[in-house]
Structure formats: C-alpha cells, structure tokens
C-alpha cells in the first residue's frame, strides 16, 4: 500500500513538473546561445565558419522560445544572431515578435541597431529615443555621436512630462 502510495504522489510530482521542464530546457538553451554570441562576438578569429555559428545560435533561440513561450528573450537572442550576421530585415522581424511579446529597453535599443544597419536613421533614432526613455543607463551603451543627441531628446521629453505636458512616451517606429 505505501508503495503505491509513493508511485501515485511521484507521478503526481512528475505531472506537476512536466511543464517547468520545456522551460527549464529553454532558458538552458537560451544560456547555451547567450554564450555562444558572446563568444562569437569576442573571437571572431576563433571560428571557422561565423555565418554557421550564427546560423546555429538562430536556431537554439527559436527552439528556446517552444519552452520560453511568452518570453522575449529568445527571440531577442535571435534578432542578434540575425543582426551580427547581416541579416537585418530578418533581425527586425526577430525584434518585432520580441517586441510583441513584453516591451524590454534592450529590444528597442536591438531594433534601433537594426534600423540603423538599414540606413533607416529615424527610425533608428526614435528606437534609440524609446530605449533611453525605458532605461537610461542603456545611453551609456551607445556611441557619442549617438548618445548625446538621443540623450538630449529623452531629457526634454522628461521636462515636457514633468510640465504635464506629454500624453504619451515616445512612439516605437512602425
């Protein structure tokens, strides 16, 4: 009788853990991949097929995101995988899902890199603007030549907020 008891309560355990276990293998994976572009990043020279690399690391962030289903990270990992490797429109895609799912700074501030891969330098800048008005300490993130017109723009929005006068936090670019 206890061992049935014990089968009935570990199985219960099992069911109850069942779906903690696709999310602990993606937010695995999604270390895996977070790694993996850093290092790509870092050591260019160390890899003998980047596109490869970059392809693979794609890969383990949509396959992060069947775990991670309501998380932007993975997808944020994708979009940068796309990015480094050239793939702009694509990251841009990557960055909108993430976007979609749960607005974090360093999507805005990705999508903006993007957008400026592009040419596109208004959207570019209103992303950056978006980013800087999330989080400030991303400004110290980007280059001077960035940083202070971007900076500027999120100060005076800030006084026009102050002042009541702001309705609405600077529009993400369509």
């Known amino acids: ?14 069911l109850a853990l069942r779906p903690e276990l696709a999310r602990y293998r993606g937010e695995h994976a999604l270390h ?9 990043l870092t050591h260019p020279g160390e890899i003998s097929d980047p596109a490869a690399a970059l392809g ?7 396959e992060a995101a ?3 289903p309501a998380d932007p990270r993975p997808w944020i990992l994708a979009g940068s995988a ?23 700074a360093e999507t805005d501030l990705n999508l903006a890199r993007a957008f400026d891969a592009q040419g596109q330098v ?4 209103a992303a950056y ?3 800087g008005w999330i989080s400030p300490a991303l400004l110290s993130l980007l280059l ?19 002042a009541g006068r702001l309705k609405d936090p600077p529009p993400m670019p369509q």
Do not use: C, H, Q
Request: aromatic share 4%; no cysteine; charged share 25%.
């Open 1 to 14: 009788m206890r061992a049935a008891r014990g089968v009935v309560l570990l199985g219960l355990l099992v």
């Open 144 to 162: 001077p030549d960035v940083a202070g017109p971007v900076a500027g723009e999120v100060a005076r929005l800030e006084a026009e907020l102050r």
């Open 82 to 104: 796309r990015l480094v490797s050239g793939e702009t429109a694509r990251a841009v895609e990557a960055y909108r899902t993430a976007f979609a799912l749960g607005e974090r």
């Open 129 to 131: 603007v978006r980013a």
């Open 122 to 125: 208004e959207k570019s800048r």
């Open 56 to 62: 693979r690391i794609g890969a383990v962030a949509l």
């Open 66 to 68: 069947r775990g991670l």
């Open 32 to 40: 895996g991949g977070s790694g993996a572009l850093r290092f790509v």
